[in-house]
């Protein structure tokens, strides 16, 4: 298997330009260009590791499983959010600007935090509710339910959808591309009881209605999730829920009760 | 050790800065003509509740070329507009047929079948108006 510093610097080289910004001595990104040498399998990760191992070892960027499924190497490349590990140099034959994940605050060069996507995550209640656990019956699904949600399921939550969303960059109180698609997830799943307690975020005003079907967080998405779908069929299912809500016996409740005697 | 993380912001021209930002914000534009329009509709409207001669001058006021300008790029506008939302109207509502989804191009072509019955309706209409003439 081929190792990132086994690049033979005898290949063809492109020009990339790297955003730093160090706390200690930046107030504010700043750019910086190296010539990295490259072949058809180089990835812009291929490329990050390079740098490091032969230029600069002040570098610092995410990365773990170099094959798109951890996805912790988001970067945004010429503007548009991408996976390091599946965005490669030969498709960028005159050069490439790679840059932190837009709209997330830069803790140092192309690390930023995620904190306020784990929070809205967390908000969401992403995991399986009201399931009866036991240990003796399996919990039956049929394909054509696994269907449903499964798409929804295939989320690495590398926050490439809210680098890609204006809607999130101009309020980070909106909940979100990826955090909506696996509220969405789960309300999907016919094992799933717990739709009640993630709708009231979902209906309020950061959740669905935020989204203006921008669109391009299902562009970005490196797994083909289509968070986008899922925001807006979320808009129906929250406006379901509000039809219900006005006719919930809790409404009927507050109405004056006849005397029973 | 004391972090100093950087806040970035967005610039008002935002939607300048990526194609598909670009592309999002021509759909959303694509209301402007049609106010226009809209207004004159409106307007005619107006005119016909204020008699023939006021009508007359609202026929003569939608020839003029800048309205019928305006009013062409209103169509392309409202097609443009359409192109882009019978796009995204699988993604929104998915139709499910016998445990099947169906595929979003189906539903697209569906959707343009139906814009080409309406016009031809409205096309059989007014022919049989200036038939009858």
Known sequence: ?261 | MSRKPYQPSMPANWWLKHPAYRFYMLREATVLPLLFFIGSLLYGLYCLSQGEASWLGWLNWMQQPWVMALNALALLASLFHAFTFFRLFPQVMPLRLGGRTLPASWMVAGQWLGVLLVFLALWWLLGGYHGSN
């Open chain 1, 1 to 261: 298997m081929k190792q990132p510093d086994s690049i033979p610097s005898d290949k063809q080289h492109l020009s990339m330009t790297v955003q730093r910004y160090r706390p200690e001595q930046d107030d504010a990104p700043v750019w910086q260009s190296y010539q990295v040498p490259y072949d058809d399998s180089t990835s812009v990760l291929d490329a990050l590791h390079w740098i490091k191992e032969q230029q600069d070892s002040s570098l610092a960027y995410r990365w773990s499983c170099r094959m798109a499924i951890c996805g912790s190497c988001g970067v945004m490349v010429d503007g548009t959010p991408k996976l390091g590990c599946k965005t490669f140099l030969r498709d960028y034959p005159k050069g490439l600007k790679v840059a932190a994940l837009a709209n997330f605050p830069i803790e140092k060069d192309l690390i930023v935090d995620m904190n306020q996507f784990l929070h809205h995550l967390t908000a969401l209640k992403p995991y399986l509710i009201g399931q009866p656990s036991s240990a003796s019956e399996p919990n039956r699904q049929s394909p054509e339910q696994v269907k449903r949600y499964q798409q929804f399921a295939n989320c690495i939550n590398c926050g490439l959808c809210y680098s890609a969303c204006p809607q999130f960059g101009l309020n980070p109180e909106f909940l979100g591309p990826a955090a909506i698609a696996l509220a969405h997830r789960y309300n999907l799943d016919s094992r799933d009881q717990g739709k009640a307690e993630r709708q009231p975020a979902l209906n309020s005003k950061n959740g669905v209605w935020s989204c203006t079907f921008v669109g391009f967080c299902s562009t970005v998405c490196p797994k083909g999730v289509d968070p986008a779908a899922a925001i807006n069929q979320g808009k129906i299912v929250s406006t379901m829920d509000g039809v219900i809500q006005w006719f919930s016996p809790k409404q009927l409740d507050t109405t004056p009760q006849e005397p029973t005697s």
